[in-house]
């Protein structure tokens, strides 16, 4: 199983800051990686797709980076809305999927 | 529009049975696989397994198998996902979405709580 590390585990930002979230995939997963948004008590979102596409209506603050091992999810200027936990997910190994275990990015 | 409408809560005994149903509509059923997700109080999501609804084709994690069964219905646009045995480390929000690509999850239900307890 492909096994999915994301750091820091929480990060203290202010808004307007960036932020920049890792994701690190314990072998290679080419560029079959995503990334979520999760605020409390609703259901996760898209953001980016095959490492670096935006998913539909995803506003361009949000970026995604890396191929192999190491990714990336920027957010470039962080919007009050933007205070969620972040998760990656590999499609690497179809039809078997994993997810990291979230980079929860909160008010400094 | 897209929409997946998942089932209400439920409670559950230890070593019951739950069946949880996602109905879909805004898109043609057939054309996308379906994941089933869970999250667990306060944890992170764990991805339980995905169901082909055209040719009715499953996969399931490891961690699942045995004790899952995904099934659809294309006459209603409706996916199952039944888990058994059930114990108290099954008390999750459990979620289905819809899957881009057949990978990612691009649309999601909105959760159903299945609670175990004695």
């Known amino acids: 199983e492909i096994v999915l590390t994301q750091s820091p585990a929480t990060l203290s930002l202010s808004p307007g800051e960036r932020a920049t979230l890792s994701c690190r995939a314990s072998?290679?997963?080419?560029?079959?990686l995503a990334w979520y948004q999760q605020k409390p008590g609703q259901a996760p979102r898209l953001l980016i797709y095959?490492?670096?596409n935006r998913a539909t209506g995803i506003p361009a603050r949000f970026s995604g980076s890396g191929s192999g091992t190491d990714f990336t999810l920027t957010i470039s200027s962080l919007e009050p809305e933007d205070f969620a936990v972040y998760y990656c997910?590999?499609?690497?190994?179809?039809?078997?999927?994993?997810f990291g275990p979230g980079t929860k990015v909160d008010i400094k | 529009q897209v929409q997946l409408v998942q089932s209400g809560a439920e409670v559950k005994k230890p070593g019951a049975s739950v069946k949880l149903s996602c109905k879909a509509s805004?898109?043609?059923?057939?054309?996308?696989?379906m994941h089933w997700v869970r999250q667990a109080p306060g944890q992170g999501l764990e991805w339980m397994g995905i169901?082909?609804?055209?040719?009715?084709?499953?996969s399931y994690a490891q961690k699942f198998q045995g004790r899952v069964t995904m099934t659809r219905d294309t006459s209603t646009s409706t996916v199952y996902m039944e888990l058994s045995s059930l114990r108290s480390e099954d008390t999750a929000v459990y979620y289905c979405?819809?899957?881009?690509?057949?990978?990612?999850?691009?649309?999601w239900g909105q959760g159903t709580l299945v609670t175990v307890s004695s």
């Open positions: 997910q590999q499609r690497s190994n179809w039809p078997r999927f994993t």
């Open positions: 979405a819809r899957a881009l690509d057949a990978s990612y999850l691009d649309y």
């Open positions: 169901i082909n609804p055209s040719g009715g084709g499953t």
């Open positions: 072998q290679s997963v080419s560029s079959y």
């Open positions: 095959d490492a670096s």
């Open positions: 805004g898109y043609t059923f057939t054309t996308y696989y």
